[in-house]
């Protein structure tokens, strides 16, 4: 089974400033996602960015790149210019990426929350 | 266009009782997962169902099930309340496969 470690269970960072979140997973598959979530006090979990394993090159949304290392199990996320929007519990998950039908749930880790502070 | 939709938004039940969730997905997707998720815990994945079939199940007792109807709307029942099903319920909804899945606002679920 699959299994996502984010050992940061809090970070704070002052706005305007960059932060990296951390996340570590496990696993035996060759294939697969990883992505970031954020989850606001409204609870809407909200899709940060995501990254395919078989791409060599980090994907990035604006203020938003991670730092893929497959041979180190590694998925950090890092947020640059951070705004006080930013401001949220960060979910790093996992998916499986077999074909067939099986299902394609998505772990999760027990996130990270991050203060910005003005 | 409307994004997934949940109902109700808050909920209390007593122990022993049974309740059911209600999950509309985005229009035109196909599949519907369900998500627990503990205070301070990261979502726990309970069901997945794809063109009205389960498609998946998580490490849930059976206690927990899921429909999902024609329109591909879901209902999430659980009976026999226990206090640690206290939580927050979360439905997403994708086209299927490896397409993102799309998260509702979830309903808090609380058991006392």
């Known amino acids: 089974a699959q299994t996502v470690t984010q050992s940061q269970p809090e970070m704070s960072v002052q706005e305007a400033e960059t932060v990296t979140l951390s996340c570590t997973y496990d696993?035996?598959?060759?294939?697969?996602?990883l992505f970031w979530y954020k989850q606001p006090p409204s609870r809407q979990m909200i899709l940060v960015i995501r990254?395919?394993?078989?791409?060599?090159q980090n994907a990035t949304e604006n203020r938003f790149s991670v730092n893929f290392q497959k041979a180190a199990k590694s998925f950090s996320l890092k947020i640059s210019d951070s705004q006080l929007g930013d401001a949220a519990m960060y979910f790093c998950?996992?998916?499986?990426?077999?074909?067939?039908?099986?299902?394609?749930?998505?772990?999760f880790g027990k996130g990270t929350l991050l203060t910005v502070n003005p | 266009d409307a994004g997934v939709t949940q109902s109700p938004t808050h909920l209390i039940k007593t122990r022993g009782q049974q309740v059911t969730l209600r999950c509309s997905p985005i229009?035109?997707?196909?599949?519907v997962s369900w998500y627990q998720q503990v205070l301070g815990q990261g979502p726990q994945f309970i069901f997945q169902?794809?063109?009205?079939?389960?498609?998946g199940r998580g490490n849930f007792p059976d206690r927990f099930s899921a429909r999902q109807f024609p329109n591909y709307s879901s209902e999430l029942n659980v009976n026999a309340l226990l206090l640690g099903d206290s939580a927050l319920y979360l439905c997403?909804?994708?086209?299927?496969?490896?397409?993102?899945?799309?998260f509702g606002p979830g309903t808090r679920l609380t058991v006392l």
């Open positions: 229009s035109g997707h196909k599949s």
């Open positions: 998950a996992y998916r499986s990426q077999n074909s067939g039908g099986s299902n394609y749930k998505l772990t």
């Open positions: 997403a909804s994708s086209l299927g496969g490896v397409n993102e899945q799309f």
């Open positions: 169902y794809y063109e009205k079939e389960e498609r």
């Open positions: 990254q395919e394993a078989y791409k060599q």
């Open positions: 696993t035996s598959e060759s294939d697969y996602y």
